[in-house]
């Protein structure tokens, strides 16, 4: 059976920070829902100016197209062996979706890994943020700076600050991820798959505790 881990947790708590680091311990693909979109937008597809109009105001972008995006990419090869999936599924009805595409595909959610931290947190985090333009790589102005200032350390691409990390955006970010978003944490816990990881401690911190709960658990 294909393994998948869940990264679920508020804007900016560190999933793709960690998502990075988990898929070279694990050697499974990370899969962030986010940075499909934004290469579909920076590609100008129809999704792309679909997705826009939502992320711009801090929207989920609605469930039919994001679980097709998702669908598309788990069906391919380098999925075989499972994925680390960041920021999908994010609505009860994506996580029942998921459930029947891992069905079909011959894989299961092994573990849901669920990063807290808060809300002035996020806004540090979210407001300093920088990505890279070429692959999403994730650095911040104070907790994670790059080498050189606004190039990417792994493909030397130039670093931008996201659209939706404006504080205005954000606050609406993190609304929409209490009303939508956290009914999953029930969701999982009462199938046994939640973990809960204290995102607010240092980027290593964070890692070894993942580590640790998966190796206890479920790798
Ligand atoms: P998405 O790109 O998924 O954004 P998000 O979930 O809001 O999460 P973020 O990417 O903001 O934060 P993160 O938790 O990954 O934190 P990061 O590691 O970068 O989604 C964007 C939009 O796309 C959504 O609003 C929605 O419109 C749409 N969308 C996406 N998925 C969807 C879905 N399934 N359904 C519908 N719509 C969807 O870290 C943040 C910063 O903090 C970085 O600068 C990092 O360097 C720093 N940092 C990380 N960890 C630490 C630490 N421990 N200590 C100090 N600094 C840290």
């Given at each position: 059976m294909a393994t998948y881990i869940i990264l679920l947790g508020?804007?900016?708590?560190?999933k793709g920070t960690q998502a990075e680091i988990l898929t070279e311990t694990t050697k499974l693909v990370h899969i962030s829902s986010g940075d499909l979109f934004r290469e579909n937008i920076q590609n100008q597809t129809k999704l792309g100016k679909l997705a826009k109009s939502y992320m711009d105001k801090g929207e989920l972008v609605p469930d039919d197209v994001t679980i097709d995006m998702i669908r598309d990419r788990i069906a391919r090869a380098d999925c075989e062996a499972g994925a680390i999936l960041?920021?999908?599924?994010?609505?009860p009805n994506q996580a029942d979706e998921l459930e029947k595409m891992l069905a079909e595909f011959g894989?299961?959610?092994?573990?849901v890994l669920y990063i807290t931290a808060n809300e002035l947190i996020l806004i540090e985090r979210t407001s300093g943020r920088w990505s890279c333009r070429a692959q999403g790589h994730i650095y911040h102005q104070q907790f994670n700076m790059p080498?050189?200032?606004?190039?990417?350390?792994?493909?030397?691409s130039e670093l931008y600050h996201r659209d939706d990390d404006t504080a205005e955006t954000v606050a609406i970010r993190i609304g929409v991820y209490l009303e939508q978003t956290m009914p999953l944490v029930e969701y999982y816990r009462k199938r046994g798959k939640l973990i809960e990881i204290?995102?607010?401690?240092a980027v290593e911190q964070v890692t070894k505790d993942l580590l640790t709960a998966l190796k206890d658990n479920y790798l």
């Open positions: 508020p804007p900016g708590a560190g960041d920021g999908f599924p994010r609505t894989g299961q959610v092994n573990a080498k050189k200032p606004g190039i990417c350390d792994y493909d030397g204290n995102g607010a401690q």
